[in-house]
């Protein structure tokens, strides 16, 4: 079975710092890969996903993924932090085909500081 | 179009006592799930349901748990005998396309 592992549960920063949340997974086959953030009160969403080609994905309110098969990895990045990016972050993966369903990293909450 | 309904939102319930709660996926999502978001925690898979197969039920936490799927369709997550550490956010996701979208969440509080 896969695995997800964020190894940042709190972090804090101020407004306009670069941001960087690690994810790795761990599974040996081909692999979906998806960032959820969820603002404080609110449903899930999602952020961006990878499913193959340009492993550099693109995302939604300037947030960007690059996935690193050889080190299962795919972090998440912000060049420049807004406060409304308070909120917690879910990494998760699905392996390719869907059939053993999404399975999310325990979040990692971020907290910007204005 | 509609995207991942449940209900209710919110649910407070007395110890002992059973809950229901409800999700309608999207239309034509073969595949639905069931989560569970603690106060400080992660998302906690329970449930995956995919078109007729069986259910993959490894992530129920206890035996007070069940779901069910009706005619591959409406989802009820069954908690029996309620206790304070069932308190949570339930979540349902349906899925198209590998990509899950995800319901607002039944706020569970047992009292």
């Known amino acids: 079975a896969q695995s997800v592992s964020q190894h940042n549960h709190h972090v804090i920063l101020s407004e306009a710092a670069s941001l960087e949340l690690g994810c790795n997974y761990s599974?040996?086959?081909?692999?979906?890969l998806f960032w959820y953030v969820q603002y404080p009160g609110q449903h899930l969403q999602l952020l961006l996903k990878?499913?193959?080609?340009?492993?550099l994905v693109k995302g939604i309110k300037g947030f960007e993924a690059e996935f690193i098969k050889s080190k299962f990895s795919f972090n998440l990045r912000k060049p420049s932090v807004q406060w409304s990016d308070t909120a917690e972050y879910f990494c998760?993966?699905?392996?390719?085909?869907?059939?053993?369903?999404?399975?999310f990293g325990k979040g990692t909450h971020l907290i910007i500081q204005p | 179009g509609a995207g991942v309904s449940q209900s209710p939102s919110n649910k407070v319930t007395e110890k002992g006592k059973d809950v229901e709660l409800r999700c309608d996926p999207i239309?034509?999502?073969?595949?639905l799930y069931w989560y569970r978001q603690s106060l400080g925690q992660g998302l906690e898979f329970l449930i995956y349901?995919?078109?007729?197969?069986?259910?993959?039920k490894s992530g129920l936490p206890s035996d007070r748990f069940s779901a069910e799927r009706t005619g591959g369709s409406v989802s009820t997550l069954t908690i029996q005998r309620t206790q304070q550490e069932d308190s949570a956010v339930y979540l349902c996701?349906?899925?198209?396309?590998?990509?899950?979208?995800f319901g607002e969440g039944s706020w569970l509080t047992v009292v």
């Open positions: 349901f995919q078109g007729n197969s069986a259910p993959d």
């Open positions: 990878y499913f193959s080609g340009d492993p």
């Open positions: 599974y040996g086959g081909t692999v979906n």
């Open positions: 996701a349906s899925t198209r396309k590998d990509t899950i979208y």
């Open positions: 239309s034509g999502h073969t595949a």
């Open positions: 998760a993966v699905m392996p390719g085909g869907g059939a053993d369903g999404l399975t």
